[in-house]
C-alpha cells in the first residue's frame, strides 16, 4: 500500500519513524508546562500521521501513531519501557471480580429467569456456563450490541452473583479497598498528568465544531489547503439514495458508492472527496441540492484535513485510555476521577458532561467509541458509578431532550446507558432519594407531550408523522421508568416514602391527562368520515401497563404509602369526575319497591372514553388495601367514608356498556377504529389495567352499596330500564313485530347485562377480591386456555399476561393441571388439560373471546358426552370473597335480581316470539346455579349457630304477590324442563333441580327435620327414565345410519381407486411399505435370476397400459405408439460431490465424456411419475406459457416456477417439472431381434473385434474428413482397408419408434444437455448423448447412495415415482441413440473403450485413477448398439453387455487396489486363508510389478480383500439397478430384504463369479497387458510417487455439516464471524451453509457480487459455487433454515432446534434455550439427498404466495 503514497509522503513517514519514543517521554518529565508540551507534539505530528490523502490507510496511520503519539505517552506513564511497566502494573493489580465484558452485535447473551434480578441482567456466555445458572431455568438472546456482562454485580442476581472464574476474584471483597494502594505516588502523578491533558484533548477536539479553524494550541503555522468532504449518516435516507446522490456528486462507481454508503452507514460519517476548498464545496452541494427535496438534505461539511486528522487521533486516545485502564483498576480510577472532575466553568463542566452534553452531535463513530470507554472506566469502578449516575440523573431532561429530536437509534444515544444505571437497585433508589429522579423522567415525558385538549387531556387527534416519530422516541423514558421500579424496595426510609410519594403524584398527573381521552360518541344516519386516530393512546397505555402495576406493587410494600397512595389516587378521581351529577335533574328508578336517584345518562347519546387510568388504579389500590388488610387494620386512616359508590362505578360502566353495545350492532358506523379499541381492551396486553380493574371497580363499588340500587343504575346505563320496568314488554312486541332490529339489539343487551352480573360475582381469582393465591390465578386461567384445545407452550405463553420479568408464572402451575405430548417430527409439543380440571370450567370465563367460548363451549360437552356424562356445564364452585367484597354475593338474591330472572324466564315459558333468547335463558341458569353454588358453600361451611343470611332457594320457591301471581322461578324451571325445544338447556335445569334438592336435605338436615321427597324429585326421576329411553333409540338409529354410510363410502373409495389408480399410487407412496405396483413382475422362477449376458433370464414380453392424466385416456406403451411422458425435473447436483471447489469453467468447451470419480458437477434427473399424453402435455405446457405471458405484462413479478426455462408444474401434484422423460418398453429386446449364433466370443477375442471394428471405423472418420477436400481418392483409400467380418459400417438402421416418441427422445436429450451444462439447447450437439447417459449413472449412483445410508434393501419397495423415474430414464437413456447422429455416438464409444483398451488414435484420455466407472460403464453399455447394428457377425448385444461389464469391473478392481489405504495398525494376517486372500495378493504383487514396486508392499491378503469388497459394493449395486432397469429382469427376493452383505447375490445377479478374481485368472492372457497399459500411464506414476491425490473407494457418504447440541455455540460462532469484505465489521446477517459449514454475510451491501449480470446476495452467490444453484442454509441470527434455488426460488423450511416445550422459535423471540433435534435435522438432509430441496421449494410457493415477493437473490 505504501507504494500508492507519493514519493514525499514516504520520505516523511522514514522522519517520522526516526522519531523516539523514549527520548519524547523523557523530555515531557523535564517540562515544566507539560501540557503545552504534548500540545506541540501533537499539533506538529497529528497532521503528518492522519488523513495526508483522499483515502485513509487505517492500519499505517496505527502503526505511526503507536510509534510517534502513543509510544512517549506510555513511556511517559509507566516511567520506563512499557513493554516491562504494564506487565508490572498488571501484576500488582488485583483483578475485578466484575467482568464486565461489553457485548459485540449478535453475541448470545444469557438471562437466569429464576435468579436475574431483572431480565436486564444477563452473562457472558463464558461466564454463563461456568456460573450456576446453566442449570436453571434461563433464557437466550442475541445482543444488539454495547451493554456487558453483570456476571459478579451482587445486586444483579438473587443468587449466584459470580461465575467460577469471577468467584476467584471476589474473595474479600467485602471491604472496598482504594485501588491506588496498589500504585506507587510516581504512577498515580503521572497518570493523573498525563489523563488529563489527553482526556481533556479528545474531548476538545471531538466536540469541536468549526470546519476549518482549529483550537488555537493546535492550529499549524502553514496551513495546505486541503479538504474533506464529509458526508454524515441519517436515519432519513435510504441506502439506494444516499448510493445514487454519491455517484453523481462525486463521479465515482456504483461500487465505490456502495463502500462509501456502507461506511457512513456503519461508522457515522465518511470522507467521500479529498481536495482543494472549492473542490469539496462543489460536491457538497450537490448533495445537498439531490437530497433535499422531500427531507431534510444530508448533513455534508467541507473540513480541513487537519481537524479530521485530530479528530480520528482523538478516538484513538479514547480506545487506548480504554485499553490502558484494562492493565490497572488504579489507573481505572484516576482516568474516572479525571473524567468527572468540575472544570473551570463549575457546574457541568467535567469532561463527562461536555461529551454526554454534546452526544447528539456527535457522529456515530465517535460516540461509540467513548460509550464504549464510559462502559469500561465509570460503570466498572463502583465508586465512580455511583458519582456518574448522579451526573447522568442531573443531566437527564436534557440528555433526552437531545435524545427526542436526534435522529439516530437509541442505542447509539447515551441516554441508553440509563438501563446499566437504573437498573442497579442501589442507583436506583438512590437516584430517587436524593435526585428525585421519578419525578423527573415523568415530568420529562409529559414535558415531550404538550398536545392536550381543553380539559388538558392528551390529544392525539391531529397526529403528524414529525409527531409520531417524536412519540416513538419519547416512549424510550417509559422504559426508564420502568427500569427504576424494576426491583421493589426492601426497606423504606421516610426520605424514599416521601420521593416515591412526590413521583406517584406526578405519575397521577400523568394519567390524569390519559383519563377519558380520546372520547368518541356515538354515529348514527352517517358513517364516520374519517377512521379517528386512536392507536396513540392505546400505545401509551400499553407501555404504562407494567408501570402501572409497578406503582401498585411499591405501594403494596409499605402500609403507610399505600394508604397515602389511595388518598392521593381518590382525589384526583374526585378532580376529575366529582362533579358529575351537576347539571340536569336527577331522575329516579324504582322497581319492586327499590327506588334509587341517578343522573341522566346515555352510553349512545353522549361522549364515553375508554381511558380511565384513574379509576383503574384506584381499583387496584382498593384490592390491595383488602389484600393487604390495611382496610381492616387501619379503616380510620382511610378515607372510606369519602367514597361514592355511584360515582366509583359511573365510567367504568359506561365503559363495559360501550362494550356491549358495540356487540349489539350499535356502533356500526363508527368503522374499525373503534372495534379495535374494544379489541385492545380485552386483549391480553392490555387487559390487566383495564378490562380487569374496570370489573374490579364495579365489585367495589357493589360490594358498599344496596345491589337492588346498583342493579337499577345498570339497567338504566344499559338502556333497558324501560324494558324492565314495563312488565308487558313481552306481549307487546309479539304484538308488533316491526322493529325486529331494535328487538335484536335488546335482546343482546341483555345478555351483555346477564354476562356482566355473571362476571362480577364470578370472578374472585384475583387476590385481594377472593381468597386466592396468585398461582391459583393462573391455574384458572390455563385451565381455561387449554378447556378450548390442546395447547403448545408459545401458544399459551401469548395467552396470558406477562409481568415486568415477562414471566408468566405459568410453568409453575402447569403441571398440576395439565399433562404434555412430546412433538413428533413435525408440529409442537402440546399441553394437554387434566380431565380432573374440567370441573373448574366456567363456561363464561371472563377472558373469553366470543369465539372462544363457543369454542370452549363446543369442547366442553363433548368431552362430556364422550364420558357419558350429562352435558350441562353448571358453574364451578367458587373460592369465598376477601371480607372487603363479601357483601357482593347478595346481588344473586337482591329483589331486582330475581325478578330479572323471573321476567326473563316468564319470556321463555310464555315463548313471546322475539322477545328472549336462548343465550339469554342460558345466561339466567347459569346465574341460578351460581346461587345455589353459592348458598350450597355457605350452608356447607356455616359454623353452629351461625345465621344464614344467603338463602335464595327460599326465595326462588315464593310465587310472585299479588296481583300478578306470577309463578316461582322455581315452578317455571319445573316447567321449562318438559318444553320440547330447549333439548339443549335440559341437562342445566335438571342440574339446577337436584342441586335446589341438595341445599333443601342440607337446610333440613342441619335443621333435623325429617328429609321430605319433594314433588321436584319425583318429577325429575320419571323424566330421566323417560329420557333414558329416548336416547338410548335415538343412538340406535344414529348407529344403522353410521353402518350405511361406511358401507357406500368403501363402495365409493373402490371406485376411485379403480379410477384413478395414478392418484392412487401417489397416495401410496407416503407409506413406507408401499411397493412399486407397476413392478408386477411376469412369471419367472426366483431361482438364479440374472440381469444381464447371454444368460440373462429371458422376460416375457409384458404389455404396460398408462393412463394419461389430463384426457384420462388409457393407451398401452409400443414402440409405434403416441409417446406417452412422465413429468420429470433436470437439475445440476453435487450432492454427491468430492470436491466442492470445482465447477465447470466454461460449458461451452467442457466435455462430459469422462466423469471424474470426484462425482463434482452431476445432473440429477427426478420425476412425480405422472403420466401424460406427449401431445396433451404440450397443449398443456403451451397454455401455460401464453397464460403466464399475459400475466406477466400485467404483474411484473415471479411465480413459482419458470416458463422460459421450460418450468411448468405437473398438472396433477403440482411438483416442478422442467421437461417430460418418455415412457418406453425395454429398448434392448427390440434391438436384439436379430439373428444370433449361440457360439460368443471369449472377452479377449470380443475385445480384439471390437478394436478392429474401432480401427475401420476410424480410418473411415478421417478418410470422411478428407473426402469433404478432394472426394476423387475415396475409393482407393477404401480399398486398402480391411474390413472385419460381417461389419457393415454402411448400414443404417431404422428407428423403430414412432415419430412422437422420436419427438420426445429429442425432447428429453436436449432438456438434459440444456440444464446439465447450462448452456442454450442444441439438439445437434454431439454431447447431447453424453449428458443423457451422465444423468442416468448420476441419478442411480445418487438413489444407491441414500438406499445405503438408510440401510435399506437395494431391491425393496421403492416409492413407485421413484422406480418409474429409473425405469423411464433408464430406457430412455438407452434409445437415446436412436435419434443422435450414429458416427457421433460411435465416436463416443471408441474413446470410452479406448480409456481401458489402448489405441493409439486417442491423447487425451484421462488415466484409470480418473474415471468415474460406473459413468465409463453407462456410457460404454449405452454406446454399444450403435456399433452393433453395424455388425453382422453374430454377436449378440447381450454378449458385448457382459463384457464391458466384466471388462469395466476388473478396471475397478484395479482402480480400488491402487487407491486403498494400507491399514495403519496392520492386523498382518499370515497366510492367506481363503481362496480370495491368495487371489488377491498375486494380482497385487502383479500391480506391483507393473509399477515397478511403487506400491505399497505392507498391506495383507486379507486387509487387501476386505477393502476390495468394501470398495467395489456401490458400484455393483449401482449396476444391478442399472442392468435391472434396463433390461426388465425382476430382481432377486434375496436382495428386496435388508440385510448386511448380498455381495453373492449382487454376484450371481449380475453374471459375475462368486470370486471376483476369477475374472483376472479366465482372462489373464488379455488382461495382464491391458493392466500393465494401465500401470504405465503417467498419471498413476505421479500418483503412486505421491505426487497427486486420488479417490479412493468406497466414496464416503456426503452428509450435512454436524451441528452442536446447543444453539447457543451457533450463535456464538456467528457473532465472531465478521463480513470477509467490509473489513471486521460484523454481519448483520451471518448464515451457515448446510452443505460446506461456511459462513456468510447474508443479505447486506457489502458482499452483493454480481453473477451472469446481476447482482446477488452471498447466499445465492454462494449455491452457484457450492450446490450448482441450490442451497440450504441456517440464518443464525433468526434460527430459520433457508432454502434456495436459482435466483428467483426459495423458502424457510422450519429449524432443527426445538425448546424443552418441542417448539422452534423462529427469530428466536421467546429465548428459550434450543438444542438440535436429530430427527429433523435427518429430515432436512434427507431432502437434500434426495435432490427434492427446489420441488419443496416450489411446494411452499404454491402454498404460500408472499414467498414468491421475497427477494430472494439479495440474500
Ligand atoms: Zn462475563
Ligand atoms: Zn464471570
Ligand atoms: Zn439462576
Ligand atoms: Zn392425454
Ligand atoms: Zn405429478
Ligand atoms: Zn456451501
Ligand atoms: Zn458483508
Same mark, same amino acid.
Given at each position: ?375 469500561? +472506566? ?95 422516541? *419519547? ?63 392505546? /400505545? ?65 347519546? =353522549? ?28 379503616? &380510620? ?143 384458572? =386461567? ?226 333435623? +327435620? ?66 412399486? *405396483?407397476?413392478? +408386477? ?24 397400459? *398408462? ?42 468447451? !467442457? ?321 492367506? /486363508?481363503?481362496? &480370495? ?19 505399497? %508392499? ?123 469484505? +467490509? ?40 449455491? !452457484? ?77 404454491? %402454498? ?12
Amino acid at each position: 500500500m505504501a507504494s500508492e503514497l507519493e514519493p514525499e509522503v514516504q520520505a516523511t513517514e522514514r522522519t517520522l519513524l526516526e522519531c523516539s519514543a523514549e527520548e519524547t517521554a523523557a523530555k515531557w518529565l523535564q517540562a515544566t508546562d507539560l501540557t503545552k508540551e504534548v500540545y506541540q507534539h501533537l499539533a506538529h505530528y497529528v497532521p503528518k500521521i492522519y488523513c495526508r490523502g483522499p483515502n485513509p490507510f487505517p492500519q499505517k496511520e496505527d502503526m505511526l501513531a503507536q510509534h510517534v503519539l502513543l509510544g512517549p505517552m506510555e513511556w511517559y506513564l509507566c516511567g520506563e519501557d512499557p513493554a516491562l511497566g504494564f506487565p508490572k502494573l498488571e501484576q500488582a493489580n488485583k483483578p475485578s471480580h466484575l467482568c464486565g465484558r461489553v457485548f459485540k452485535v449478535g453475541e448470545p447473551t444469557y438471562s437466569c429467569r429464576d435468579c436475574a434480578v431483572d431480565p436486564t441482567c444477563v452473562l457472558c456466555m463464558e461466564c454463563f456456563l461456568g456460573s450456576i445458572h446453566k442449570d436453571h431455568r434461563y433464557r437466550m438472546t442475541t445482543s444488539g450490541g454495547g451493554g456487558f456482562c453483570d456476571c459478579g454485580d451482587t445486586e444483579a442476581w438473587k443468587e449466584g452473583p459470580f461465575c467460577q472464574k469471577h468467584e476467584l476474584n471476589s474473595a474479600g471483597m467485602e471491604v472496598e479497598e482504594d485501588p491506588l494502594v496498589h500504585l506507587s505516588e510516581d504512577v498515580i502523578a503521572r497518570a493523573y498528568n498525563i489523563f488529563a491533558i489527553i482526556f481533556q484533548y479528545a474531548v476538545e477536539i471531538l466536540t469541536w465544531e468549526k470546519e476549518s479553524e482549529l483550537p488555537a494550541d493546535l492550529e499549524m503555522i502553514e496551513k495546505s489547503d486541503t479538504y474533506y468532504c464529509m458526508l454524515f449518516n441519517d436515519e432519513v435516507h435510504t441506502y439506494e439514495q444516499v448510493i445514487y446522490t454519491l455517484q453523481k456528486a462525486v463521479n465515482c462507481t456504483q461500487k465505490e458508492a456502495i463502500g462509501f454508503a456502507t461506511t457512513v452507514d456503519r461508522d457515522g460519517r465518511r470522507s467521500v472527496r479529498y481536495g482543494d476548498f472549492q473542490y469539496c464545496d462543489q460536491a457538497k452541494s450537490v448533495i445537498v441540492r439531490n437530497t433535499s427535496r422531500q427531507t431534510k438534505p444530508l448533513k455534508v461539511q467541507v473540513m480541513h484535513s487537519s481537524i479530521v486528522a485530530h479528530q480520528n487521533f482523538g478516538l484513538k486516545l479514547l480506545s487506548w485510555l480504554g485499553s490502558i485502564i484494562g492493565y490497572s483498576d488504579g489507573l481505572r480510577r484516576i482516568l474516572c476521577q479525571v473524567g468527572l472532575q468540575e472544570g473551570p466553568d463549575g457546574e457541568n463542566s467535567s469532561l463527562v458532561d461536555r461529551l454526554m452534553r454534546t452526544d447528539s452531535k456527535l457522529w456515530k463513530g465517535a460516540r461509540s467509541v467513548y460509550h464504549q470507554l464510559f462502559m469500561s +472506566s465509570l460503570l466498572m469502578d463502583l465508586k465512580y458509578k455511583k458519582l456518574f449516575a448522579v451526573r447522568f440523573a442531573k443531566n437527564y431532561e436534557r440528555l433526552q431532550s437531545d435524545y427526542v429530536t436526534d435522529d439516530h437509534d437509541r442505542e447509539f444515544s447515551v441516554a441508553d446507558l440509563s438501563v446499566q444505571i437504573f437498573t442497579v437497585p442501589s442507583l436506583a433508589r438512590m437516584l430517587i432519594t436524593e435526585e428525585n429522579l421519578m419525578t423527573t423522567i415523568i415530568k420529562t415525558f409529559m414535558d415531550h407531550l404538550k398536545q392536550r385538549d381543553a380539559q388538558g387531556r392528551f390529544q392525539f387527534e391531529r397526529y403528524t408523522a414529525l409527531q409520531a416519530f417524536k412519540f416513538r422516541r *419519547v416512549q424510550s423514558l417509559i422504559l426508564d421508568l420502568k427500569y427504576v421500579l424494576i426491583s421493589k424496595p426492601t426497606e423504606w426510609s421516610d426520605e424514599l416514602r416521601q420521593k416515591f410519594l412526590e413521583g406517584f403524584d406526578a405519575f397521577l398527573e400523568l394519567l390524569k391527562c390519559m383519563q377519558g381521552m380520546d372520547p368518541i360518541t356515538r354515529q348514527v344516519g352517517q358513517h364516520i368520515e374519517m377512521e379517528p386516530e386512536w392507536e396513540a393512546a392505546f /400505545t401509551l397505555q400499553m407501555k404504562l401497563t407494567h408501570v402501572i402495576s409497578m406503582m401498585q406493587d411499591w405501594c403494596a410494600l409499605d402500609e403507610k404509602v399505600l394508604i397515602e397512595a389511595y388518598k392521593k389516587c381518590l382525589a384526583v378521581l374526585t378532580q376529575c369526575h366529582g362533579g358529575f351529577t351537576d347539571g340536569e335533574q336527577p331522575v329516579t328508578l324504582s322497581i319492586c319497591g327499590h327506588s334509587v336517584e341517578t343522573i341522566r345518562y346515555c352510553v349512545s347519546q =353522549e361522549k364515553v372514553s375508554i381511558h380511565l387510568p384513574i379509576s383503574r388504579l384506584l381499583a387496584g389500590l382498593h384490592v390491595l388495601l383488602s389484600k393487604s388488610e390495611v382496610a381492616y387494620k387501619f379503616p &380510620e386512616l382511610l378515607p372510606l367514608s369519602e367514597l361514592s359508590p355511584p360515582m366509583l362505578i359511573e365510567h367504568p360502566l359506561r365503559c363495559l356498556v360501550l362494550c356491549a353495545q358495540v356487540h349489539a350492532g350499535m356502533w356500526r358506523r363508527n368503522g374499525f377504529s373503534l372495534v379495535n379499541q374494544i379489541y385492545y381492551y380485552h386483549n391480553v396486553k392490555c387487559r390487566r389495567e383495564m378490562f380487569d380493574k374496570d370489573i374490579v371497580m364495579l365489585q367495589t363499588g357493589v360490594s358498599m352499596m344496596d345491589p337492588n340500587h346498583f342493579l337499577m343504575i345498570m339497567l338504566s346505563r344499559f338502556e333497558l330500564y324501560q324494558i324492565f320496568s314495563s312488565p308487558d314488554y313481552g306481549k307487546r312486541l309479539s304484538a308488533e313485530i316491526t322493529h325486529k332490529d331494535v328487538v335484536q339489539q335488546n335482546n343482546t343487551l341483555i345478555e351483555e347485562m346477564l354476562y356482566l352480573i355473571i362476571m362480577l360475582v364470578g370472578e374472585r381469582y384475583s387476590p385481594g377480591v377472593g381468597q386466592v393465591s396468585a398461582m391459583d390465578e393462573i391455574k384458572r =386461567e390455563i385451565i381455561h386456555q387449554l378447556s378450548i384445545k390442546p395447547m403448545a407452550h408459545s401458544e399459551l405463553v401469548k395467552s396470558l399476561p406477562e409481568d415486568e420479568n415477562k414471566e408468566t408464572g405459568m410453568e409453575s402451575v402447569i403441571e398440576a393441571v395439565a399433562h404434555f405430548r412430546k412433538p413428533g417430527l413435525t408440529g409442537r409439543g402440546m399441553y394437554e388439560l387434566k380431565p380432573e380440571c374440567a370441573k373448574e370450567f366456567n363456561l363464561y370465563f371472563y377472558h373469553f373471546s366470543r369465539a372462544e367460548q363457543s369454542k370452549a363451549e363446543e369442547a366442553q360437552r363433548k368431552l362430556k358426552r364422550q364420558h357419558r356424562e350429562d352435558s350441562a356445564l353448571p358453574p364451578p364452585v367458587l373460592p369465598p370473597f376477601c371480607p372487603l367484597f363479601a357483601s357482593l354475593v347478595n346481588i344473586l338474591q337482591s329483589d331486582v335480581m330475581l325478578y330479572i330472572m323471573g321476567t326473563i324466564l316468564r319470556w321463555a315459558v310464555e315463548r313471546h316470539g322475539y322477545a328472549w333468547s336462548e343465550s339469554m335463558l342460558q345466561r339466567v341458569l347459569h346465574l341460578i346455579g351460581m346461587a345455589l353454588q353459592e348458598e350450597k358453600q355457605h350452608l356447607e361451611n356455616a359454623v353452629e349457630e351461625h345465621v344464614l343470611t344467603f338463602t335464595f332457594t327460599q326465595k326462588i320457591s315464593k310465587p310472585g304477590e299479588a296481583p300478578n301471581n306470577s309463578p316461582s322461578i322455581l315452578a317455571m324451571l319445573e316447567t321449562l324442563q318438559n318444553a320440547p325445544s330447549l333439548e339443549v338447556h335440559k341437562d342445566m335445569i335438571r342440574w339446577i333441580l337436584k342441586t335446589f334438592n341438595t341445599i333443601k336435605k342440607l337446610r333440613e338436615s342441619s335443621s333435623t +327435620s325429617p328429609v321430605v321427597e319433594t314433588e321436584g324429585t319425583i318429577m325429575e326421576e320419571s323424566t330421566r327414565d323417560k329420557d333414558k329411553a329416548e336416547r338410548k333409540r335415538k343412538a340406535e338409529i344414529a348407529r344403522l345410519r353410521r353402518e350405511k354410510i361406511m358401507a357406500q363410502m368403501s363402495e365409493m373409495q373402490r371406485h376411485f381407486i379403480d379410477e384413478n389408480r395414478e392418484l392412487f399410487q401417489q397416495t401410496l407412496e407416503l407409506d413406507a411399505s408401499a411397493s412399486a *405396483v407397476l413392478d +408386477s413382475s411376469p412369471m419367472v422362477s426366483d431361482t438364479a435370476l440374472t440381469a444381464l449376458g447371454p444368460a440373462q433370464t429371458q422376460v416375457p414380453e409384458q404389455r404396460q397400459f *398408462v393412463t394419461c392424466i389430463l384426457c384420462q385416456e388409457e393407451q398401452e406403451v409400443t414402440e409405434e405408439s403416441r409417446a406417452m411422458v412422465l413429468a420429470a425435473f433436470i437439475q445440476r447436483s453435487t450432492v454427491l460431490s468430492k470436491n466442492r471447489t470445482k465447477f465447470i469453467q466454461d460449458p461451452e468447451k !467442457y466435455d462430459p465424456l469422462f466423469m471424474h470419480p470426484d462425482l463434482s458437477c452431476g445432473t440429477h434427473t427426478g420425476s412425480c411419475g405422472h403420466v401424460m399424453h406427449a401431445h396433451c402435455w404440450q397443449r398443456y405446457f403451451d397454455s401455460v406459457q401464453a397464460k403466464e405471458q399475459r400475466r406477466q405484462q400485467r404483474l411484473r413479478f415471479h411465480t413459482s416456477y419458470d416458463v422460459e426455462s421450460g418450468e411448468f408444474l405437473c398438472p396433477l401434484c403440482e411438483c416442478l417439472s422442467n421437461t417430460v422423460i418418455p415412457l418406453l418398453l425395454p429398448p434392448r429386446s427390440i434391438f436384439n431381434r436379430r439373428l444370433i449364433f449361440s457360439d460368443q466370443p471369449s472377452l479377449a477375442q470380443w475385445i480384439r473385434t471390437i478394436s478392429q471394428q474401432i480401427k475401420a471405423l476410424l480410418v473411415l472418420r478421417k478418410e470422411e474428413s478428407s473426402s469433404n477436400a478432394a472426394t476423387s481418392k475415396n475409393s482407393e483409400n477404401r480399398n486398402e482397408l480391411e474390413l472385419p467380418e460381417g461389419f457393415k459400417p454402411n448400414f443404417h438402421p431404422k428407428n423403430p419408434y414412432s415419430d412422437s416418441i422420436k419427438e420426445m427422445l429429442t425432447t428429453f436429450g436436449t432438456a438434459t444437455y440444456k440444464v446439465g451444462l447450462k448452456v442454450h439447447p442444441n439438439e445437434e450437439d454431439p454431447r447431447v448423448p453424453i449428458m443423457c447417459w451422465g444423468s442416468c449413472a448420476y441419478t442411480i449412483q445418487s438413489i444407491e447412495r441414500i438406499l445405503s445410508d438408510e440401510d435399506k434393501p437395494l431391491f425393496g419397495p421403492l416409492p413407485c415415482r421413484l422406480d418409474d423415474c429409473l425405469r423411464s430414464l433408464t430406457r430412455f437413456a438407452a434409445a437415446h441413440w436412436t435419434v443422435a447422429s450414429l458416427p457421433v455416438v460411435q465416436g463416443h464409444f471408441c474413446k470410452l473403450f479406448a480409456a481401458l483398451v489402448p489405441n493409439d488414435s486417442y491423447e487425451d484420455l484421462p488415466c484409470i485413477l480418473d474415471i468415474d466407472m460406473f459413468h465409463l460403464l453407462v456410457g460404454l453399455v449405452l454406446a454399444l448398439p450403435a456399433l452393433q447394428c453395424q455388425d453382422f457377425s453374430g454377436i449378440s448385444l447381450s454378449t458385448g453387455d457382459l463384457h464391458i461389464f466384466h471388462l469395466v469391473t476388473m478396471a475397478h478392481i484395479v482402480q480400488i487396489l491402487f487407491t486403498s489405504r494400507p491399514e495403519e495398525n496392520g492386523m498382518d494376517q499370515g497366510n492367506p /486363508t481363503s481362496e &480370495e486372500e491368495s487371489a488377491v495378493l498375486s494380482l497385487y504383487r502383479m500391480l506391483q510389478q507393473y509399477t515397478g514396486s511403487a506400491l505399497k %508392499a505392507t498391506a495383507s491378503g486379507w486387509h487387501l480383500w476386505r477393502s476390495v469388497k468394501a470398495g467395489i459394493m456401490p458400484f455393483l449395486k449401482c449396476s444391478a439397478l442399472f442392468f435391472h432397469y434396463l433390461n426388465g429382469v425382476p430382481s432377486p427376493p434375496d436382495l428386496q430384504v435388508p440385510g448386511t452383505s448380498h455381495f453373492e447375490h449382487l454376484c450371481n445377479y449380475l453374471s459375475l463369479p462368486t470370486n471376483l478374481f476369477g475374472l483376472f485368472q479366465e482372462n489373464r492372457e488379455i488382461m495382464n497387458s491391458l493392466i500393465e497399459s494401465w500401470c504405465h500411464d503417467s498419471e498413476v506414476k505421479r500418483y503412486l510417487r505421491g505426487e497427486r491425490d486420488a479417490i479412493s473407494y468406497p466414496r464416503g457418504a456426503n452428509k450435512l455439516i454436524d451441528l452442536p447440541e446447543d444453539y447457543s455455540s451457533l450463535i456464538n460462532q456467528a457473532s465472531n464471524f465478521s463480513c470477509p469484505k +467490509s473489513g471486521g465489521d460484523k454481519s448483520r446477517a451471518p448464515t451457515l451453509c448446510l452443505v460446506c459449514g461456511s459462513l456468510l454475510c447474508s443479505q447486506s451491501y457489502c458482499c452483493q457480487t454480481e453473477l451472469e449480470g446481476e447482482d446477488v446476495g452471498a447466499c445465492t452467490a454462494h449455491t !452457484y459455487s457450492c450446490g450448482s444453484g441450490a442451497g440450504i442454509f441456517l440464518r443464525v441470527r433468526e434460527c430459520q433454515v433457508l432454502f434456495l434455488a436459482g435466483k428467483t426460488k426459495g423458502c424457510f423450511y422450519s429449524p432443527p432446534y426445538l425448546d424443552d416445550y418441542g417448539e422452534t422459535d423462529q427469530g428466536l423471540r421467546r429465548g428459550n434455550p434450543l438444542h438440535l433435534c436429530r430427527e429433523r435435522f435427518k429430515k432436512i438432509q434427507k431432502l437434500w439427498q434426495q435432490h427434492s430441496v427446489t420441488e419443496e421449494i416450489g411446494h411452499a410457493q404454491e %402454498a404460500n404466495q408472499t414467498l414468491v415477493g421475497i427477494d430472494w437473490q439479495h440474500l
